[in-house]
């Protein structure tokens, strides 16, 4: 992207002719004949010393503030994630340090790095590294980034002990759209490092990509983090039709299948392998509780909305001196909830956007944020905050392509949505291998799925249900024994995309396929954009 100087630059070229200017001054004043000859007095001396301590004060403030900082090494001797932007603008930087705060409030261990200060010893010492990386000029990298290219990139790397993640900050309206970042991740993935997920783009700025980056940290984290959205979503009303629980008895968490509908009855267009983001709230229960225990008004309005809608939009206030006597100020102190994500498991043709989630529960037993919201707290008929999140990466190819479809648990939903898309379509050539618990309690979607494979919609069909026994326990372990048929349908053309588990499956599912094809093999596919993965 082509950019004008930043404000940095500009501060400096202005300080320098302010210097310039002084020493001009300065230097005229030395050459007059009566410049002053007599000796300082004992006054000056202290205030030119106390001058030079507080700029050396300054210095060490400033490089204090800015110095490198580590967190410790984790209990089970693991490195900290290491953290690299890759900045023209300093907003790339600004998003590193927002990605650290957001991973160390999930108890993570982090290390921040420019690109510029990671050589190939840090590399081959870090177990998992994400990289924030800007585009600049005509597909070039930042300037601090020449170090790296040219020192590190040319070395012949082994990294297959590496995982990592690239978020792309670009702008679609030049050409080479993030080029850098997908140059980053070519070449990890040519040193033998593996993907976390695919690399996240953002045209400039896109709140919706940054929210979705943002989601993927606490995935990461190991739990989805209830830290404010970096720049909240502006929600649409829509309106809960259904809800119900589809695996009773199963022995895994409980998964609920939940359809909304939009309320002002006019259904939005979107795509199979679209997102949707909910905006939760709290329990009209918990948010009575607190206003009972703070002795509050829930009817009194702020800003043309009750107090009670706006605590239950957001954190409640835990300790007693964090709530303000005025509402008024309650309400500017308040955060935000979070949003949560679903894959769409439904097409616009069916008049709905249809969910399947877990509902997870915290360790004091209270159902999590998003799925306590969808399963718990929310009315019939009631209000649903959504909005809809354009997931390109994921799109299907084109009918006449064939499709194979790879998924576990809550990610039959957004293979389903495919399923059902290619059914409108006519295209049958479809392979599916879906993997769960149980078959009894857990094949999600069952009776579409089969209905679909009776009518030849779906030409190769593979379940597997780990505690149900038989010679496959995984999905990655029924793909291993199929990979002569994986190789041609690869021959003839096929599409791989692969929706469900970030840190079991999906990796599992990547090592068959690259022993399948090769990694130059997997590589083709990749660039070709017909190996792509949803995970979570």
Known sequence: MKRSPSRAVLGNVAVMIVLALLAWLLLRLHLQEDWWRAAPLASHWRWAGGSIAAYAALCALLWWRGRTRDDAVADNGQAPLLLVWASQTGFAQQLCERSAEVLRASGMSVRVRGLHQVDAP???????????????GEGDAPDHALPFL????PQALALPHLQYGVLALGDRSYGH???????????????GAHPLFDTVEVDNADPAALRHWQQLLGQLGGNATDLPDWAPAQYQPWQLRARAQVNAGSPGAATWQVALVPADGVLPPWQAGDVVEIGPQHGAADVDAWLARHARDGAAMVEGRSLHDWLAHSHL????????????????ALKPLPHREYSIASTPAEGQVLLLLRRLLRPDGTPGLGSGWLCDYAQLGGRIDLRFRSNPNFHAPSADVPLILIGNGTGIAGLRAHLRARVELGASRNWLLFGERTAAHDFHFGEDIQRWQRDGMIAKLDTVFSRDGGTHRYVQDRLLAELDTLRQWVRDGATILVCGSLQGMAPAVDAVIEQALGRDGKEALIVAGRYRRDVY
């Open 317 to 332: 206030p835990v300790l007693p001196d964090s709530v303000p006597a005025d509402d008024a100020a309650l309400v500017a």
């Open 150 to 153: 040219r020192r590190v990139m």
């Open 122 to 136: 840090l590399l081959q010492q870090s177990t998992r590294v994400l990289l924030i990386a800007s585009t600049t």
């Open 177 to 191: 759209f993030c080029a850098f970042g997908h140059q980053l991740d070519a070449w990890l993935r040519q040193h």
